[in-house]
């Protein structure tokens, strides 16, 4: 896409639009928790554990990143569709879940309603969170979904106002080594000109991509991508303010990708406000 086009194009609409098609569509990160994970968080809670919820795609979170669940106020950001805002609810949380798709938040509110949980639902972008006063959160649950934006930094900063001093951020974010592969790879299809590596990173779509797989990928309105380094990710938060206490790697089962084999996918993060 040209830089002409490119600003012209609005990513914020397009990205809106997309994930309300990939929960109307049924989308795995669509599909509203069902009645016995609700009971299952329940009784974790009661327990003082944490429910099971994930970050990254496949890899659940250990109960010692959350601290004390029960009545701690937590921010859910861009995590919709009915899962993870849901369990943190039923395990104790008072819990606000910030979504810029209206049908991700809607599952949200399918699941509180019919559970009878304590769940906000307030719609927005993930860079912009001023509707929130400062230190409004204790615990902050940001799944894998700043690919979707292009300015992380302003994801970490708007993170850091709104926690309390020591508050906990639990971040996921995805590898961006997988976003220097040519998508034939990804899928397990050989290369035409039998070129492995194809974008630099960080990736911009918008600007990387193929011009007729991104018209293909806009056409079918499918979200569209930034693969960030790590300096962005880890360091990014870093400079907001906060400190890394840990990290763990999570890989995609075999058969969506054949990098499974040999690299993670996403890395999820623990980190704590200073002060």
Known sequence: MSAEKQGRFDLLAHNRKAWNAQAL?????????????????????????????????????????????????????ASGGGQQAPLLAAAGAQVVSYDLSDEQLARDTQVAEREGLDVTCVRGDMRDLSVFTAERFDLIFHPVSNVFVDDVQAVWNECARVLVPGGRLLAGFMNPDVFAFDDAVLEGRPCEDGALLRHRVPYVELRDADPAALARRVKKNEPLEFGHDLETQIGGQLRAGFVLEDLFGDFWDEGRSILAKHMPAAFATLSRKRG
Do not use: M, N, Q, Y
């Open 25 to 77: 569509g049924g989308s795995e990160w669509s599909r509203p928790v069902d009645s016995a994970a609700v009971a299952s968080a329940r009784a974790a809670g009661k327990a003082g554990r944490a429910p099971d919820v994930i970050l990254t795609p496949t890899h659940r979170v250990p109960d010692a990143w959350f601290g004390e669940l029960a009545g701690a106020r937590v921010l859910c950001l």
